[in-house]
């Protein structure tokens, strides 16, 4: 791969579903990834899958004090990434919005919300002193839409598309942010609502075919507009 096509990638959640499709993807393309994800074990499986020069470090991107740590450690040694993707995210288990545990409700929305703004914090000045980057945060189908008994992740991900269209009318000429729908995909999260009917969906492997080279694809030119993974 030619040098000025090599990017650096950062990858929030990056150790299952769509954030390890998405790694994956873009590693075996010749890019460098940089990602995080909560369990510890399943980032040293990462490390011994990926090797180097990929870095994976477990990170709680709801901790702000982790994130900071975590994002001074790889801009120090790699410099400001080409393309951020925020994807870590929960949803709660299939409640009406009452039954939904306070407990439960806060953690979803300390990752979900508040754990993209951390990221953000930390990474976005880099990439606006370098003048170039695209920070993608991942909504959701229910990010434009809603369902019954999953009211907090609607919530969630409804801000996240607010959240990422007011970025963009921050951002310095040079940097787009898009917030991304990436369709309806066979993950444990998608099972955890659909059940067994999440099967009859592409499964993350087969998604990150389509996926991975439209992301690499963005730029300026899609600031600020909602977008959706082709094909879903």
Not at 59 to 88: Q, T, Y
Not at 160 to 181: C, H, W
Not at 223 to 228: H, M
Request: hydrophobic share 45%; net charge neutral; proline share 6%.
């Amino acid at each position: 791969m030619a040098e000025s096509s090599h990017k650096r990638i950062v990858i929030t959640g990056a150790t299952r579903g769509l954030g390890r499709a998405l790694a994956e993807g873009f590693a075996r393309l010749g890019h460098t990834v940089i990602g995080c994800g909560r369990d510890a074990g399943a980032i040293e499986v990462l490390r011994a899958a990926l090797g180097a020069p990929h870095d994976f470090e477990a990170v709680d991107v709801a901790r702000e004090d982790r994130v900071k740590a975590w994002a001074g450690r790889f801009l120090s040694a790699s410099g400001a990434p080409d393309l951020l993707i925020n994807n870590a995210a929960l949803i709660n288990r299939n409640a009406p919005t009452w039954q939904v545990p306070a407990e439960e409700f806060d953690r979803l929305i300390d990752v979900n919300i508040k754990g993209v703004a951390n990221v953000l914090r930390h990474v976005v000045p880099a990439m606006i002193a370098r003048e170039s980057g695209v920070i993608v945060n991942l909504s959701s189908y229910w990010g434009r839409s809603v369902s019954p008994e999953v009211a907090p992740y609607c919530a969630s991900k409804w801000a996240i598309e607010g959240l990422t269209r007011a970025l963009a009318q921050e951002l310095p000429k040079g940097l787009a942010a898009v917030p991304l729908n990436p369709g309806i995909i066979d993950t444990a999260m998608l099972r955890s609502t659909f059940g067994e009917k999440a099967g009859h969906y592409l499964s993350p492997s087969e998604w990150a075919e389509s996926a991975v080279p439209f992301l690499l694809g963005l730029g300026r030119k899609d600031n600020g507009k909602p977008l959706t993974v082709p094909g879903q």
